[in-house]
């Protein structure tokens, strides 16, 4: 039910202008309960996870390996709505991912390759990924570009809770709570 809601939102969101909305802020925290959070694209919403794809070795996949609590933002601004999504991350498994590499297009593929072993880590300049880039090109011309497993690994963002905020600019603004309960969704409405 509240993933439903969230698609229309996301459709809302287009039909207003939006050419890219599927984006979301990824809060994760260390071991130490460092916090941290970045966007990530959304790759699929499904009737109970956000998909979502990161390359091995950068910050996040530590994090999420640590603590696999994990909390998300979707800001429409369009419209002047969120959607704040409290969960739980499962990895994808190497079947699954294979999966969406193969829809993935070559351009995106190559890029992903040419990340391999820098991922997350500090580069002197953008030309050595330029240089990867250029030669795993000459090197899969013409057949298929093989996934790194290490380095294309899918998520997905399992909520429990989820919060739908719609601000109000001559009413009060609207929070509607879903809660997972014994694996039904309770919807309840809160004051802002
Ligand atoms: C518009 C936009 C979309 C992004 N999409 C993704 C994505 O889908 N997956 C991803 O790993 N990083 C994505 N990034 C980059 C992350 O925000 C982040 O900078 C990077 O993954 C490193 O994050 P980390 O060091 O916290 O792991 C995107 C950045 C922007 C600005």
Redesign the pocket.
Known sequence: MPFKQIKEWLEKEKSLGSS?PD?FV?A?TSKNAVP????????EIDDKSIL????GG??????MNENPLASATLWLPLQQREVVMDGTIEALNMNENEHYWKTLPRESQLKFLAYAGT??QAIDSINLLNDKHKSLANQYQNTEIPMNAKLYCGYRLVPEIIYFYTLGVESFSEIIRFSLKNNRWQQQLLSP
């Open positions: 890219n984006r990824l994760t941290h959070s970045r966007i990530v694209a959304i790759r979502f794809f990161t390359q950068t910050r996040k996949v530590k994090e991922s997350g």
